[in-house]
Structures are given as C-alpha cells and as structure tokens.
C-alpha cells in the first residue's frame, strides 16, 4: 500500500535537492564562480491583444514519483519514467505564476510557494522576479488562486495582509467553501489535511478582500473562469481574451507536459477526487487542442508557453519560440 505522508514526501524531495545539484549548474564541481553562484530571477514578457502576459519563475521544487501514475503497473511506469529521463525517485516541477496587465488592471494567478519552505529552498523567487519585471506588488489589483495547494498559495501565506496590499484576493466559492469549512479536514485526502490550519487561516488574515467567485463565471473583463474541478473541488483554470487572442491558463489541471498529455488517464495523488482529475484533464486538453488555443502551464518547463495538439490516444505539447519585444 503506497503510505505517503509528509515525512516520506520531504526525505524524498531533499532527495531530489542532491540529484538536483549534481546536475546543475550548481555542481560541486563547477568552477565557484560568480556566474556559476546563482541564476537570474526569470520573467517572460509577450502581447496578448491589447494585454501584457508575464510569467515569473518562482523556482522549481520535486515531488517523489510514487506519487503520480497511481493507476499504473510498476513496469509500466518504469518504462515510460525511463524514456522521458525521469527519475525512479522524484521528478521536478517548475513554478510559474504569471501577471495579467490589461491595461485597466493587473490580475496576478497564482503566487509561487514562498520564501524559506523547508521542502522547497529551490523556490520562493517571486519577489524577485516581479521586481526585475518591473513590477511592484502594490500595483496588484487581484490575486487569483487556481486552488490552494501550498505550491499556489505559498507566496502570500507568511503575511497574507501585507503582500499585495492593494489586491483582492479572488478564488471560486467552492474552494473557499471546502478549505474553510469546520470540518475541512474530513473533505480533503489525507495528505492535505495539516494544509487545512495554515488556509483558514490566510482567508481570515485577508478578511473582505477575500472574494469568491462562481466557477466558469468572469473574474474581470477579458478573464473569465473555467470549472476544472478534480485537482480540487474548486479548481479554476482561466480564458483571458483579448481582441482575437486568447490564453488558457491551466493551473494544475493539466501538471505535466508528460504523463498528463501522452496519459490524461494516469491518476496522480495529487487529485482529490483522481478519477474526476483525469476526466477533465482530457476535456481541457480537447478543448485547447480543437481551438487552438495559446496555453500557459503553471509546472512546465519556464515559460511554459506553447500549443497542445492531439497525437494518438493522447496529446502533445508544443512549446512556443521565445518572443523578444522591442
Ligand atoms: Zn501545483
């Protein structure tokens, strides 16, 4: 029986820090210079219509791989781990929230993990990557949450009244209504119930900022919501239209640019509801395949923009050329 509690998920993700290392530009073995120290925060800057869509690059942290693939015979999954050079004990997963200037207003999805969380140092950079975008966090007009998991939520749960000082924060009536339900622990898996505390708690520090909205309703002109339930029961992924263009933002609906387009079907822990995951994984990827949609991942690789088109019983991912402006 797969056991996956918190203590097996933080010594496989430090597992994951040392096989990080040893193949990154931070290896031991790399001369100690200053351009070998660090990275870059990373933004990705490109036209939408009239809009300007940022991503910034929160970082990266590793989940272990028993987690995902729950469904799936282990010689299956080694196989296919194998031929896409994921690791038999954790895999990666990039961090991408993303700025919506519309000109009227600056809606930020999704805030990144947040600074010093003991199962994700390799995270945490959104400050920093808003600020060399030139953007200040007072200029946010609204947060949303696609749900929140603590990689989404992450960035504003260590002083939620002061980080976006001026920004609402928006997420759907059902995930605002399950998290701060009294008995929330007993409505979500097991692994998310020490989530439950922390949530209830950043929803009070905010208070009236807090503004839930109906799933598949608009958040603001050019944003609407689309009902994604299943990762969450309140998940939303979003359609921001500009003119003729259109971005789907997926939030976790749609996690990896592997297993959920070559296998929608294989079930991921991460799910609440693992079946209901899969269905609307598949959905979403129809519909971004049959309109042609422009889609941006929150754990793709950075930026994480690109095009899905359908191959075989599944999909694949495209990812867009990078777009120099000016
Ligand atoms: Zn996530």
């Not at 109906?214 to 609407?224: H, Q, R």
Request: charged share 20%; aromatic share 8%.
């Amino acid at each position: 029986m797969l056991v996956l509690d918190r203590r097996s998920l933080l010594k496989a993700t430090a597992a994951g820090a040392v096989v990080a290392a040893g193949n990154g530009p931070a290896d031991a073995k790399a001369p100690k210079d200053t351009a070998a120290a660090g990275e870059a925060p990373g933004f990705y800057r490109f036209a939408l219509g009239d809009y300007r869509i940022t991503l910034l690059c929160d970082g990266v942290f590793s989940l272990p791989t028993e987690s995902i693939a729950t469904n799936v015979a282990a010689d299956e999954k080694k196989a296919y781990f194998d031929a896409h050079y994921i690791a038999s004990d954790t895999f990666a997963l990039q961090i991408n929230p993303l700025v919506i200037d519309t000109g009227q207003k600056r809606i930020l999805v999704d805030t990144g993990i947040g600074v010093g969380k003991d199962w994700a140092l390799q995270a945490g950079r959104l400050d920093k990557a808003l600020e060399s975008a030139g953007i200040a966090a007072d200029t946010i007009d609204t947060v949303v949450l696609t749900h929140c998991h603590p990689d989404h939520i992450g960035g504003i749960d260590a002083d939620p009244a002061k980080q976006f000082p001026n920004a609402e924060l928006v997420v759907s009536e059902t995930e605002m209504g399950l998290w701060n339900a009294p008995d929330a622990a007993s409505k979500v898996p097991e692994w998310a119930r020490e989530l439950v505390p922390g949530i209830q708690k950043t929803f009070a520090a905010l208070g009236d900022r807090m503004r839930p909205v109906k799933s598949g309703g608009e958040i603001v002109t050019g944003v609407a919501s689309i009902d994604t339930a299943g990762h969450t029961p309140g998940h939303i992924s979003l359609l921001v239209g500009s003119g003729e263009k259109q971005l789907l933002i997926t939030g976790d609906a749609i996690a990896s640019i592997h297993i959920s387009f070559d296998q929608p079907e294989w079930q991921i822990i991460w799910d609440h509801d693992r079946e209901k995951g899969a269905t609307t994984r598949r959905a979403l990827l129809d519909r971004a395949a049959n309109d042609r949609l422009l889609v941006a991942g929150y754990h793709y690789p950075f930026p994480g923009v690109g095009h899905v088109v359908k191959e075989g019983q599944g999909f694949r991912w495209l990812p867009s050329d990078w777009v120099w402006e000016g």
